[in-house]
């Protein structure tokens, strides 16, 4: 029995520990997240934002999340209950696993597995699923029709997505994402790597499908696509998955390009303050570029969507790819 | 030990059962999605054998790449499902003895099938240690080195059917307008637009 307890008890009740807390934390971000945009978008447009519940409004998100539970879940008739259920726990649930393999600091991460930038990718890409079904399984064109322009953003974007991984991996020699930082120390990857930088940023707007390609829910055209149905807790998962998934997205930009944890400097006193705080401000850096964007940026036409995926990123991350590798070899600069 | 039986147990009841929900269910859609869940269950079992690049790449390519493109076209279709049960009895002798021509076809090749001596030195001989490395470098190591020309043969196939199916989809239609940046950017003021002076009082 003692040794069940120290073969499979405690670890299993220290991994579960560690679960709960990376996830308190990312859904307290993810509701400080739509806090911030509203104050971000609100300051930039000259209004104040939510500004009534709590002190400067810091309150507003849990009164939204309190709406949204004590309201009515509503079935529509003609929907395929079993699918439409399970796509919103599917996009929640899958935002919330990709932080499984996320390094917060030098060793702080739950799993840390050698493929672990694959893993993130497998993820990114799994969450086309929660949309599709959902949009298929509200039976309603509004929902269809934003599920499929969501599908195929979603798979168009992903292909430039895994050439600047693949660039970033030939620098480093590893597809762990510790070891991704850890490559980092000299400099961080943004400056060498500046077009992919740029192109995994545009192409993470799209993969969350963020305004100026928030296609897949335009209100205007499509009341507000693939969700359209959803009321209640099923559309808070929803919203909760597609502000998780823009927190990963800002996560791994961090840890590819700008160093996940590691100071901007290697001296005192950039090194007195520890990692997870730079990490932390990273990823608030690039969430504030999201919202940024958002608020600056008109919606882009769907074929501006697929041409700007398809004969821009496409051609200009294959090549980069070959540029990188070449200069590698060169220079002899691979890593071994 | 116990933890990883008993993972493997899961992810292969959970794989078989889901394969047989992919042929048994009477909606196409929940079949593409069963046909989702076997993969990830199969997924499931590369981690449990180690292979966890394969495992990964498992799931970046069939169900985040592959199974989108059945989905999508399976929810585009327009099937009657009542349509489709009727006469499900007038085929079933046709269809049944076709599936036992088939069944015995299979049985006389697996039957006469015959494994080269070789195979199985040429299956362990180039491995390198995985202890040493980890299976992606190891992969990496075998594919780009002794299977090169495979591996290079394999992509122009890939290469060679994507072309096909570009050419076979392609047509162009009369009529259409396009936009065509290069157009747009080379566009000037002075040819589409003129300032003319209106002397005020005699305007409109």
């Not at chain 1, 693939?226 to 997205?249: D, Q, R, W």
């Amino acid at each position: 029995m003692a040794e069940f307890w120290t073969g499979y008890g405690l670890p299993t009740l220290i991994i579960l520990a560690q679960i709960l807390g990376v996830v308190i934390v990312v859904l307290i971000a993810m509701a400080y997240l739509t806090y911030a945009e509203r104050k971000v978008i609100g300051f930039m447009q000259l209004r104040l934002g939510p500004n009534v519940v709590g002190p400067f409004g810091l309150l507003q998100p849990f009164a939204d999340a309190l709406k949204l539970m004590l309201k009515e879940t509503v079935l529509p008739t003609g929907a395929n209950r079993g699918v439409f259920m399970i796509a919103p726990v599917i996009t929640f649930s899958l935002a919330l696993v990709a932080w499984a393999v996320i390094p917060f600091d030098d060793g702080w991460v739950i799993a840390d597995i050698n493929v672990g930038i694959l893993y993130l990718f497998a993820i990114s890409s799994l969450s086309v699923y929660g949309i599709i079904m959902a949009g298929w399984a509200s039976n309603s064109k509004y929902a269809f029709l934003g599920a499929l322009r969501s599908a195929a953003q979603m798979v168009s974007y992903e292909v430039s997505i895994g050439f600047v991984i693949v660039t970033v991996l030939l620098a480093v020699g590893s597809l762990n994402l510790s070891d991704i930082v850890r490559a980092q120390e000299r400099v961080w990857f943004f400056i060498p790597l500046f077009p992919m930088f740029i192109i995994f940023l545009v192409s993470a707007l799209a993969e969350t499908n963020r305004a100026p390609f928030d296609l897949p829910e335009a209100e205007a055209e499509l009341v507000s696509g693939y969700n359209v149905e959803y009321s209640s807790i099923t559309f808070a998962l929803f919203f909760l998955g597609e502000y998780i998934s823009m927190i990963v997205m800002s996560a791994m930009t961090s840890i590819l390009f700008l160093g996940g944890w590691l100071p901007p400097f290697a001296f005192a006193p950039f090194t007195w303050v520890p990692g997870v705080v730079w990490f932390a401000l990273k990823i608030a850096f690039i969430l504030f570029v999201f919202l940024w964007v958002r608020a600056t940026l008109p919606r882009y036409r769907y074929d501006q969507l697929m041409r700007l995926g398809w004969k821009v990123f496409l051609p200009f991350s294959l090549l980069w790819v070959v540029v990188t590798a070449g200069a590698l070899i060169a220079f002899d600069w691979l890593p071994t | 030990m116990i933890i990883q039986a008993l993972a493997f147990y899961l992810f292969a009841i959970v794989a078989v059962a889901s394969g047989a929900m992919v042929i048994s269910s009477r909606n196409p859609v929940h079949s593409v999605l069963f046909l989702i869940l076997a993969f990830f269950n199969s997924a499931g079992l590369f981690v449990l054998l180690g292979a966890e690049f394969l495992a990964m790449i498992l799931v970046v390519v069939y169900v985040g790449a592959v199974a989108v493109l059945f989905l999508f076209v399976v929810m585009m279709l327009d099937i009657n499902f009542s349509e489709m049960r009727e006469g499900f009895l007038q085929y079933l002798p046709i269809g049944g003895a076709i599936g036992l021509v088939l069944l015995a076809e299979l049985v006389l090749i697996f039957g006469s099938w015959v494994v080269s001596p070789e195979a199985g030195e040429v299956a362990v001989s180039p491995t390198p240690p995985l202890g040493e490395m980890s299976n992606t470098a190891a992969l990496g190591q075998l594919i780009y080195t002794d299977f090169i020309y495979l591996f290079q043969a394999a992509g122009l196939v890939l290469l060679v059917a994507m072309i096909g199916a570009i050419v076979l989809t392609l047509r162009k239609r009369e009529g259409v307008k396009r936009q065509v940046i290069a157009d747009q950017v080379s566009r000037r003021p002075g040819d589409v637009l003129e300032i003319k002076k209106v002397p005020s009082g005699s305007g409109g």
